[in-house]
């Protein structure tokens, strides 16, 4: 839903419609593009994945290994038909951006690239995944400029979300000599960095007003989720797992905020 969702209600809010576009896009974004996301991540992280206590839950699982080339046939079997009517149906600038999310997609995760083990950048390109289709949308739409506020809120969210996330693996991932924006600025500095990304995404949703003011306020939830590791060491980070746990049923509620502030403010202006 953090894929479709962002999709779907931009490309009705700023002036699409129930065309064949978004029935294309929002399915997409649901299905597909998640097991490309995904699994790419399984398949290249396996190695790591089998090492990580936190799998096999709720916040992951390890494929077996005979299953990845299954998951690969099916990543590209079900996502090239859908890429190739987007492409027909898209302008080429909007083509440009759905490119430039796909290639961001496989280049967190692919061996050679690795995004995601590169400090900042792997922040950077996570965020991208979800972001991604929003500004998708936006490019089909032609860019209009009221939404990139939002585009940039949310950006920002993902940009604290993958660091806070981050956190609780700086033990294991230096361990397993693998690098990220947590192993390299440190458990205390990422935490202060996702703190103050989630405060700057609910200032930028708050100043626009109207309904959009309860939205950001909503998210400063997540700020308090965070706070209580600003001063965290490396050697407890483990600890943060706590409130990781925490931001997967947060994202419910306060996603049920947004989405009653978007339908209100959809219905009352139209």
């Given amino acids: 839903m953090n894929t479709a969702y962002p999709f779907a209600v931009t490309y009705l809010v700023i002036g699409g419609g129930f065309d064949p576009l978004f029935f294309i896009g929002t399915l997409f974004f649901l299905i597909p593009y998640n097991l490309a996301m995904y699994g790419i991540n399984d398949v290249f992280d396996y190695e790591s994945d089998i090492r990580n ?8 699982a390890v494929e077996a290994k005979q299953f990845h080339p299954t998951i690969l046939w099916a990543t590209a079997l079900t996502t090239i038909p859908f890429v190739v009517a987007m492409l027909l149906l898209g302008s080429w600038q909007a083509n440009l951006v759905l490119l430039g999310v796909l290639f ?4 967190y ?5 690795r995004f995601k083990e590169i400090a900042f950048l792997d922040s950077i390109t996570s965020s991208l995944h979800f972001v991604g289709p929003m500004i998708y949308a936006i490019a089909v739409l032609g860019f209009k400029p ?4 939002f585009a940039l809120a949310l950006f920002l969210w993902g940009l604290a979300s993958h660091a806070f996330g981050a956190v609780q693996d700086v033990i294991p991932d230096r361990e397993g000599k693998l690098h990220s924006i947590a ?4 458990a205390r500095a990422t935490v202060w960095f996702s703190a103050i990304l989630y405060l700057a995404a609910s200032i930028v949703i708050s100043l626009q007003g109207g309904l959009s003011i309860i939205a950001g306020i909503s998210g400063l939830l997540y700020v308090a989720n965070v706070a209580p590791y600003l001063f965290v060491a490396d050697s407890t980070s483990g600890r943060a797992n706590k409130a990781w746990r925490r931001f ?5 509620g306060v ?4 989405t009653m502030c978007i339908v209100a403010s959809y219905v009352l202006f139209i």
Avoid: D, H, M, Q
């Fill in 248 to 252: 997967i049923w947060l994202n419910y």
């Fill in 255 to 258: 996603g049920a905020v947004v």
């Fill in 183 to 186: 192993t390299v600025i440190g």
């Fill in 104 to 107: 961001f997609v496989v280049a």
């Fill in 146 to 149: 009221e939404a990139w506020p």
């Fill in 109 to 113: 995760s692919l061996k050679g690239l």
């Fill in 53 to 60: 206590p936190r799998k096999n839950s709720i916040e992951g």
